[in-house]
């Protein structure tokens, strides 16, 4: 594949992406607008999401659309403004990874409770 | 209009050189282009410039004026003088030959680059090609025909700063008139040529070139047409084939 056609690609992956993460931010906003009438705490936020599918699989959804945006946004920056380095691949690469990671890691305690 | 002297600072050198101020006398509707051409007659005729036109049509005048990207043949000094003061400099983001002439060889190679040119199947024993006036290729053709590659889009474009590769927005707009060009027959060869960080999608979307341009065309709306045509055929195919 040429680079310029894998760059349409990314561009379109991105795009998409964005679209899913403006659906997920709003729900997101919504969510933490009814959680913090009277008070935010952790109990409350387990209570409401530990052992609930739905939350689980609505917050995995945001993780992936963020792992699939940042990293492709990150690149172009890296590479428009360092253009001589090579570091774009691998930083977008590793920034990747620590967002699959870290959600994922987040999504499951919020549904575990902390349990594994 | 006061009859007092405008102070023109104009850039005099190549890469290397110098602002030199003259004094021009003011004149009603003077344009900035009768200011250097005041200059090279009257005060210094070793000042190079290019024109040819003088109304607006062959895009060859366009220089920095006070900082800007314009068509010096179109532009009123009254209209952008600050106080008394005009600063007169070659084009941005091309090469300078000499003074306010740029080496504009890059800039038209880049329109050739992105396909920026006409190739149909007909001859002249075939019929006319019918183009619908109302439909939709060739309104969005129309949109951005009327280019006279004056290179202001270049000179203001920030990427093109940035990315001496990119194409620029004057031939992604060629492109793009092109790929809306119902009797052209090299649209794949188009879109890959286009595709990509040197071509449409490096594009930020900022918008200085449809800001600057005398003709008034929006090159970011093509740019922005492109990408999505680009990355439609490169995913699901177009309906000339896929990427």
Not at chain 1, 67 to 84: K, S
Not at chain 2, 92 to 117: C, H, Q, S, Y
Request: hydrophobic share 45%.
């Amino acid at each position: 594949m040429s680079q310029g056609i894998l760059q349409a690609k990314l561009w379109y992956a991105q795009r998409i992406s964005a679209m899913i993460l403006g659906i997920c931010v709003a729900i997101h906003l919504i969510i933490i607008f009814y959680a913090i009438r009277g008070g935010l705490t952790a109990q409350e936020i387990l209570g409401r999401t530990q052992g609930n599918l739905g939350f689980a699989i609505f917050y995995e959804i945001f993780v992936l659309a963020c792992l699939v945006h940042a990293p492709i946004g990150m690149a172009n920056i890296l590479q428009e403004t360092f253009p001589q380095t090579g570091i774009a691949k691998p930083a977008s690469w590793l920034l990747a990874l620590l967002i699959l990671v870290l959600g994922t890691t987040a999504v499951i305690g919020v549904y575990t409770g902390g349990a594994i | 209009m006061s009859n007092t002297d405008l102070k023109v600072k104009v850039w005099r050198g190549a890469e290397q050189g110098e602002f030199v101020e003259y004094l021009v006398p003011r004149n009603p509707n003077q344009t900035v282009l009768d200011v250097v051409t005041y200059i090279q007659r009257k005060l210094d005729p070793t000042l190079s410039y290019r024109f040819a036109c003088r109304v607006g049509m062959c895009g060859s005048c366009a220089m920095t004026v006070n900082g800007v990207a314009r068509w010096t043949c179109r532009t009123h000094v009254s209209k952008i003088v600050k106080g008394d003061s005009l600063e007169i400099a070659p084009l941005n983001n091309l090469p300078v030959i000499k003074d306010l002439a740029t080496d504009m060889r890059e800039f038209f190679n880049k329109w050739k680059g992105a396909v920026g040119f006409f190739k149909g199947n007909q001859t002249r024993h075939d019929d006319f090609a019918i183009v619908e006036p109302q439909s939709e290729e060739r309104q969005l053709a129309n949109a951005g025909i009327e280019c006279i590659g004056c290179g202001v889009c270049y000179a203001s474009c920030e990427v093109v700063e940035s990315r001496p590769n990119y194409l620029g927005p004057a031939a992604l707009n060629r492109a793009w008139t092109l790929t809306n060009d119902v009797r052209d027959i090299q649209q794949l060869d188009r879109l890959r040529a286009v595709a990509g960080d040197e071509g449409c999608h490096a594009c930020h979307s900022q918008g200085s070139c449809t800001e600057r341009c005398p003709k008034a065309i929006a090159p970011t709306a093509g740019i922005a047409g492109l990408k999505k045509l680009v990355a439609r055929a490169a995913v699901r195919g177009s309906k000339w084939g896929k990427l």
